[in-house]
């Protein structure tokens, strides 16, 4: 592993000066350092690059700052299966599990062909309108559809498998991997599940039917949402929390499993459930 990608939460003045520290520990070993532009900028490096190159060059990313930030970086290396190492450098993250203290000894480890990693599916997001596909994306955490500032219901028809499941009369629908159970989803009212299994959840969001509770179905499903509300105000969907699409009525979304996957280095220090037990503040009165 030659060049090294470098991404950071830019405005946390702590991960400028970890990344400087990173940037000089690699030189020295003999390694290259590819330097996100925006934070090479900050940082006063002549390293920078785009991500486009750091997409095509990198043979490992380092991810420094939080769970969103790590979520941005893995969408930009769909499809390359490159390992990611996400180092929080405040609360523990469900995603940064490693440590600025524990960073360095998982980079040797990477570096040297030894380090431990899981797999996370993704899903691939389509929209069409018409006969038009007007958006697509993969994302790791969530597809979400929620309304606008006026408080109205939506009313999404949904499928599975082109079988009719129900019609969702609520604030909205979050579709998540097993990595995005803990966020949105969780707050949602939806299930905790082990990040490495094979499934999608369904959360309504205060749903109209209290009878509409959340779901989970098997990754080899194909969901099709079709907007059926007629509005004025409006409606969008989310990916990942960081990517918007403004919906109309008719809009179908199909949301399946992608055929990608994001690599997460992971820390030797941390296993899933001591993660669960400390963010969620379990055993704690």
């Not at 509770?213 to 929390?241: A, Q």
């Amino acid at each position: 592993m030659e060049q090294i990608a470098i991404f950071a939460k830019v405005h946390d003045p702590r991960c400028q000066g970890v990344a400087t520290e990173l940037i000089n520990w690699l030189e020295q070993r003999g390694f290259k350092p590819l330097v996100e532009a925006h934070l090479a900028r900050h940082i006063g490096s002549g390293l920078g690059v785009s991500e486009q190159q750091m997409r095509e060059l990198a043979t490992l990313v380092v991810v420094l700052g939080g769970d969103g930030t790590l979520i941005s970086v893995a969408r930009l290396f769909s499809g390359r299966q490159v390992p990611i190492v996400g180092v929080n450098l405040g609360s523990l993250g469900f995603l940064t599990e490693i440590t600025v203290e524990g960073l360095y000894p998982v980079l040797e480890q990477c570096l040297a062909g030894n380090h431990c990693f899981t797999e996370r599916m993704m899903l691939d997001v389509t929209v069409t309108r018409g006969e038009t596909e007007i958006a697509r994306c993969e994302v790791l955490n969530d597809a979400v559809i929620n309304k606008g500032a006026i408080a109205r219901i939506i009313e999404l028809e949904a499928r599975v498998n082109d079988n009719f499941l129900t019609t969702y009369k609520a604030d909205g629908l979050i579709i998540s991997t097993p990595t995005g159970a803990t966020g949105y989803s969780l707050s949602a009212g939806g299930p905790i599940v082990q990040p490495l299994m094979h499934c999608v959840l369904i959360t309504p969001i205060c749903p109209h039917t209290l009878t509409n509770r959340p779901i989970v179905i098997s990754d080899e499903s194909i969901i099709r949402l079709v907007v059926k509300s007629s509005f004025d105000e409006m409606v969008y969907l989310t990916l990942d929390g960081q990517v918007g699409v403004e919906l109309q009525e008719g809009d179908c979304i199909e949301v399946r499993r992608a055929e990608t996957t994001t690599v997460l280095v992971t820390s030797p220090e941390k296993d899933y459930f001591a993660i669960l037990r400390t963010k969620l503040k379990w055993n704690e009165r």
